[in-house]
């Protein structure tokens, strides 16, 4: 099919924000900030994307998702490029997509908390001591453990709550 | 000032990071379905997906510096053993649980230093991608490490596993902080840092996490890689390494080019 005419790259933020991210469906592509520029070079939309994890298996997926949904709204010619710089940090999840992390059951991430691989002063940490408190997402209690730092996605650590009992996703930092 | 740079030395080096890795996250992703608890299976599943995820972005630059039309694909997929540049210690087997912890806090420690140091790299490509790196592997760290120290400071039985891994491990650190010509270039390029350099940060971590973890520090021991032919830097494998590859890139010498 022909296209007759280019949408406002506007527009085509907002289809993308209605493009979900593969592994967590709650939130967008765009609340979770790895949408970094939408461009038109002469008729090609270039949209360029970021990684949250360098090994993040659900790259491709995302990169066919967003090509799908736009193509959907009959644009034909998409280039989708790979930024690296700036890294992606999960401050970039913006304030709604957080709420919605919560209500889904994940706790969203709590900022300036990312591991920062500077040991000496961690130690305590390190030995499982945790400083830092991560409310449950289902009872809101903040009598709550790190299980691993590492959970289901590479995004997420493995948390449990001491008052309900229930096992948890945090969103990490980064 | 930095001088031009030898694009042969800097495909070399790109492999040497981009085979250390490789090759560990392939080491670690064995564990996949056989770790002791679910938590430390995807903990492991996660980080071996990010070595590999830094391996396809160095390797890449490796394809592009080699400027022979070759991918990351290629690289991992079509090399020999002797085209490998990583590090013997990587490819050390996995053993128990505690000497795949204790190889992965020896190399964590290092790790992490090393992209600290490239994101002043003359190289913006480089810096883009050691940027990027270094947050994943300061979780990495943190895990090593924090695993490191609980199974240290653990029960009798863990603490004998761990220090014998690190007995079994410490003559393969060496290799890390040996600089070669290689190495030179690229310092001098000011494209990475040399080695040697790195090494003061990497034994005051860990000798505070061993502390912690009260494990006694080696002594000076002799080291693999360094005198001699052999070392991984230079292509000189363990016999280690060919069944690494044999089953890494089995797929693609008997069905070359095949896809998803």
């Known amino acids: ?174 | 000032m930095a001088t031009a740079v030898d694009q042969s030395a800097f495909f070399d080096w790109l492999q040497r990071i981009g085979d250390n890795a490789l090759v560990l996250g392939h080491r670690v992703s064995e564990w996949c379905g056989h770790s002791p608890v679910l938590e430390e299976d995807i903990a492991l599943a996660n980080q071996a997906l990010d070595l590999i995820g830094q391996c396809q972005l160095w390797l890449g630059l490796a394809g592009e510096v080699e400027g022979k039309g070759r991918s990351a694909d290629d690289l991992a997929y079509l090399r020999d053993a002797a085209d490998f540049r990583n590090v013997l210690l990587v490819e050390r087997p996995n053993g128990d649980f505690g000497q795949t912890l204790m190889r992965q806090f020896l190399f964590d420690a290092f790790h992490i230093n090393l992209l600290r140091a490239l994101k002043t790299s003359t190289d913006k490509r480089v810096v883009d991608i050691a940027a990027k790196a270094e947050k994943e592997v300061a979780y990495h760290l943190e895990r090593s490490a924090d695993l490191v120290i609980r199974l240290g400071d653990g029960t009798a039985e863990s603490h004998r596993r761990m220090e014998k891994a690190l007995k079994a491990l410490w003559a393969y650190t060496g290799e890390m902080f040996h600089d070669d010509a290689v190495d030179v270039a690229m310092a001098e390029a000011g494209i990475a840092p040399l080695p040697s350099s790195l090494r003061t940060a990497w034994e005051a971590t860990v000798k505070a996490v061993l502390s912690e973890a009260t494990l006694p520090c080696p002594e000076t021991v002799w080291q693999h890689g360094i005198t001699g032919a052999g070392g991984g830097k230079k292509g000189v494998h363990s016999e280690h390494l060919g069944f690494i590859l044999a089953e890494m890139q089995f797929l693609q010498r008997a069905y070359p080019g095949a896809v998803w």
Not at chain 1, 23 to 35: A, Y
Not at chain 1, 128 to 153: D, L
Request: hydrophobic share 35%.
């Open chain 1, 1 to 174: 099919m022909e296209q007759t005419s280019k949408p406002d790259t506007v527009e085509v933020w907002r289809w993308l924000s209605e493009v979900p991210d593969p592994e967590i469906p709650v939130i967008s592509v765009t609340d979770l900030g790895i949408v970094r520029q939408v461009t038109w070079e002469d008729d090609t939309l270039v949209v360029t994307v970021t990684p949250t994890y360098s090994g993040c298996p659900a790259t491709g997926v995302i990169n066919l998702d967003i090509e799908n949904a736009l193509r959907s709204h009959g644009i034909d010619r998409i280039r989708i490029e790979r930024q690296l710089s700036p890294a992606w940090t999960s401050d970039w999840i913006n304030a709604d997509a957080r709420e919605k992390l919560r209500a889904y059951g994940i706790a969203p991430p709590i900022d300036g908390t990312a591991a920062d691989g500077r040991l000496l002063g961690r130690v305590a940490r390190l030995s499982g001591r945790s400083n830092m408190t991560v409310a449950c997402p289902r009872c809101g209690s903040t009598n709550t453990e790190k299980i691993s730092q590492f959970g289901s996605t590479p995004c997420k650590a493995s948390y449990r709550c001491k008052d309900c009992l229930e096992p948890f996703d945090y969103f990490k930092c980064i």
